[in-house]
T-cell receptor
Framework: GDSVTQMEGPVTLSEEAFLTINCTYT??????LFWYVQYPGEGLQLLLK?????DKGSNKGFEATYRKETTSFHLEKGSVQVSDSAVYFC?????????????FGQGTRLTINP | DAGVIQSPRHEVTEMGQEVTLRCKPI?????LFWYRQTMMRGLELLIY????????DSGMPEDRFSAKMPNASFSTLKIQPSEPRDSAVYFC???FGDGGAFEQYFGPGTRLTVT
């Protein structure tokens, strides 16, 4: 079945550092790809998405490019802030099957130190 | 606009008791999802509904768990009887199936502790 693999955390960086969180996927169809963020004590929020190959999703300084050839959707940010500390989830949906459910990775906990 | 509303936010109960979690999806959304989040297992999809009809309940752990959606604006997840291993954060999410968006909007969660 479809699956998502994220780089293991936790990840700890200093403020203004460059961030990359790796995400690779396995899917039989043509998935849409998502990054969700979960701040402490809250539910998940959609951070960005890409619906087809070579699309770039971006939001709040974060970017991720849908790479079909490497089945990847790595999350990047050029200069992180303390407020970016959260858990980040990569997810996919299989638009071919029409199923509305998302398949989530295990999450990567990010801590930014001032 | 109000987002997904869940109640209660925290629930502490004793083993063997019945627990009912409640969810109000975003108005106009036709899909509703129940998830469970634990440190050990991460985020698990329990069940989801489309237009109030259960579509996939393969994630429901056992017969002690049941979910209903009597109308488009309300859903419940019931655990009877509860056990300590049910302790987790339970999230409800909703989405609008407009042909491929798949964006799910999550509620704040209910933190359940079974002692």
């Amino acid at each position: 079945g479809d699956s998502v693999t994220q780089m293991e955390g936790p990840v700890t960086l200093s403020e203004e550092a460059f961030l990359t969180i790796n995400c690779t996927y396995t899917a039989t169809g043509y998935p849409s790809l998502f990054w969700y963020v979960q701040y402490p004590g809250e539910g998940l929020q959609l951070l960005l998405k890409a619906t087809k190959a070579d699309d770039k999703g971006s939001n709040k300084g974060f970017e991720a490019t849908y790479r079909k050839e490497t089945t990847s959707f790595h999350l990047e940010k050029g200069s992180v802030q303390v407020s970016d500390s959260a858990v980040y989830f990569c997810a996919l949906s299989d638009s071919l099957s029409g199923a509305q459910k998302l398949v989530f990775g295990q999450g990567t906990r990010l801590t930014i130190n001032p | 606009d109000a987002g997904v509303i869940q109640s209660p936010r925290h629930e502490v109960t004793e083993m063997g008791q019945e627990v009912t979690l409640r969810c109000k999806p975003i108005s106009g959304h036709d899909y509703l999802f129940w998830y469970r989040q634990t440190m050990m297992r991460g985020l698990e999809l329990l069940i989801y509904f489309n237009n109030n009809v259960p579509i996939d309940d393969s994630g429901m752990p056992e017969d002690r768990f049941s979910a209903k959606m009597p109308n488009a604006s309300f859903s419940t997840l019931k655990i009877q009887p509860s056990e300590p291993r049910d302790s987790a954060v339970y999230f409800c999410a909703s989405s609008f199936g407009d042909g491929g968006a798949f964006e799910q909007y999550f509620g704040p969660g209910t933190r359940l502790t079974v002692t």
